[in-house]
């Protein structure tokens, strides 16, 4: 008899402990396991967003109110401080009410046991899996204290929602804090667990209502709270918060951001807290102003608009890759890729003054054939001879293309890769001139930034660090000082032949009444409209078109696109004073002929090895793999 229950018993150990996960450290419980969250917030610390599963802070007990632990123990465990893990009274009771009921109405597992079926098993119910159960529940016990558990599984359990933990369910469902809900919301988060789809308050209010009466009964029962307390939650029951996570004005930014976040290997880590370079306040003017965009544009064809706005340090303030993120999650400020037109001859002009040409020499402004090909002014006509300044801010086609083939058209395609164009062919053919190769908003706008930055270019990037949700650091965006791809004295000059189109050339209507500079863009039968531009502060761009490519209305980059790059502008810029564009030293003996506004940058973003190509420069989804 003794060696049958001998080998019974081993028989019984091999099936069910000989494989026993083994328990790392009390402070690994906390991440073991988890799904991966990750939490979005903007460069002041806003949360805009969240992806994945959703994790609330990590509370202790005395961060709680004292009827939130205990509701708990009242629903799932009332003998959690006297017993080892395993709850024989409540395995009895349990049995006992399944066996009048002829089927499982109650459970017998312990907090403990939930515990080490969330972190270490499968909810599979077989006599192998409680056995397991059961063993690893005693290790945990003798790890950890009874108080010390219990966080634990308030802080783990599933709430249904996506919501992990009691904090992430409080504000799931209530719009808050754990640590400010009523009674009455901690009976409801307390009813979850043991059902958390089917007594999801979203989905039945009335049955998670129904079950959260008995955990205040079970209360009331232990004596932990009074009868007036309960009838008073029953009177007063949890409101459902009416705030919903909306993404409208942020979904795309989460889009490249989660992207990006994933791509920097974060995968192992959970509970991210991604910071972003994204200003909130900026973000919801560009979202606004391309909805009214694509309002006023419909008519003509534009049915989609998109906008990129940079900081000086290269960082993503605002970016809107469509109307409605709900409608179509397609980027076209970061995937698309279409014709820049008359926006790219900003890039053949700095090739030209590159090769010692200048703003007022003279070329002539009439019909011109490149081996065949013969192309033409946007209104047909011909104005003779023109200084390039004037062409420029007039946007006339002819001398563009008597440019491109004086420097090369390989040259201008060597200027724009340079600036950050990398979809640009390195040799191209003679229609270069007039931007017939496919970039996007996003690279057009950075390399626009070259300019503005006084020849130096610094690759756009959306996320400026990321931490777990205790705060320790995971990824810090490498600070980096623009590097120098274009004489600053040059690109003074491309400033000014730019500022000279909104004074008095096809970007009139993006005037601000302030220094601002920029360049107008259509592409052939008005299939892509642009308008790229910066002041000291920021430099953004617009494109309006349809997504199938149709022709619009004859609606031009000197249209609504440079209104709308105005309307986002004035809202950029409220508050900031009036400032000129910087000018180059004219020696380039002094030790930093840069402007103070560019030797800032440096000192504030640090240096990089000299003579790094552009292409060194730290690239996240942004910086080119979109």
């Not at 077989?126 to 016990?141: D, V």
């Not at 209010?205 to 029962?221: E, G, I, N, Y």
């Not at 070329?363 to 104005?383: F, H, I, K, M, S």
Request: hydrophobic residues 40%.
């Amino acid at each position: 008899m003794l060696l049958a229950a001998l080998f019974a018993g081993l028989w019984i150990w091999k099936l069910a402990f000989s494989d026993l996960p083994p328990i790392p450290d009390k402070a690994a419980l906390w991440a073991l396991n988890r799904p991966a969250g990750a939490t979005f917030v903007d460069r002041d610390g806003k949360v805009i967003g969240q992806r994945g599963p959703k994790h609330g802070a990590p509370l202790t007990l005395a961060e709680l109110p004292t009827y939130m632990p205990q509701a708990f123990l009242a629903a799932e465990d009332r003998r959690f401080y006297h017993h080892g893990g395993l709850d024989l009274w409540g395995v009895a009771r349990a049995a006992s009410a399944d066996l009048g009921h002829r089927h499982i109405v109650q459970g017998g597992s312990t907090i403990t046991q939930q515990i080490a079926r969330t972190l270490f098993l499968t909810p599979e119910q077989t006599l192998r899996r409680k056995l397991q159960e059961a063993g690893l529940a005693m290790r945990i016990e003798h790890l950890m204290s009874k108080d010390e558990i219990l966080e634990l599984y308030l802080n783990r359990i599933y709430f249904g929602g996506g919501a992990y933990g009691v904090d992430a369910a409080s504000r799931t469902y209530f719009g808050k804090s754990a640590s400010k809900v009523s009674l009455a919301e901690a009976a409801l988060l307390a009813s979850l667990p043991k059902a958390p789809t089917r007594y999801a308050p979203t989905d039945d209010l009335q049955a998670a209502l129904k079950r959260s009466r008995l955990v205040l009964r079970a209360l009331v029962a232990q004596h932990w709270i009074s009868q007036a307390q309960a009838d008073e939650a029953v009177a007063h029951p949890p409101v459902l918060s009416t705030e919903t996570p909306d993404e409208g004005d942020f979904g795309y930014v989460l889009d490249a951001a989660a992207a990006e976040a994933k791509a920097l290997d974060t995968a192992g880590v959970p509970d991210l807290v991604v910071h972003l370079t994204i200003d909130g306040r900026l973000q919801h003017e560009a979202s606004q102003a391309v909805r009214e965009a694509a309002a006023k544009g419909a008519p003509l064809g534009a049915t989609q608009a998109a906008l990129v706005a940079l900081g000086p340090d290269g960082g993503v303030r605002a970016l809107v890759g469509g109307v409605d993120h709900r409608l179509s999650s397609f980027n076209r400020a970061t995937q698309a890729r279409r014709q820049p037109g008359s926006a790219f001859k900003a890039f053949v002009y700095a090739a030209a003054l590159e090769q010692g040409i200048q703003p007022d020499d003279v070329r002539q402004d009439a019909p011109v054939n490149v081996d065949g090909w013969r192309p033409t002014n946007a209104d047909g006509l011909y104005a003779g001879n023109v200084t390039l300044a004037d062409a420029f801010a007039r946007s006339i086609n002819t001398v563009a293309v008597r440019l491109t083939q004086e420097v090369g058209p390989s040259r201008v395609a060597e200027m724009a890769r340079r600036f950050g164009l990398a979809t640009i062919p390195p040799h191209p053919a003679p229609p270069i001139a007039l931007g017939a190769y496919e970039t996007s908003l996003i690279d057009l706008v950075s390399g626009y930034q070259v300019l503005q930055l006084g020849g130096r270019r610094t690759a756009p990037y959306l996320i400026e660090g990321i931490t777990d949700a205790r705060g320790q650091p995971v990824y810090r965006h490498p600070p980096e000082a623009p590097q120098p791809v274009y004489d600053p004295a040059k690109a003074a000059e491309m400033v000014k032949l730019m500022q000279g189109v909104i004074d008095k050339g096809t970007g009139r209507k993006a005037a601000l009444g302030r220094p601002a500079a920029g360049k107008t863009g259509t592409s052939q039968d008005y299939r892509d409209a642009w308008f790229v531009g910066f002041t000291p502060d920021y430099v953004a761009g617009v494109w309006m078109g349809d997504d199938r490519g149709a022709p619009m209305k004859h609606m031009a980059g000197g249209d609504l696109p440079a209104e709308t790059w105005k309307r986002f502008m004035l809202a950029a810029e409220q508050g900031l004073p009036p400032q000129p564009f910087p000018q180059p030293a004219p020696s380039s003996d002094q030790a930093d002929p840069r402007p103070d506004f560019y030797r800032d940058l440096t000192e504030t973003f640090g240096q990089t090895a000299a003579g790094a190509p552009p292409e060194a420069a730290s690239k996240g989804v942004l910086g080119g793999k979109l």
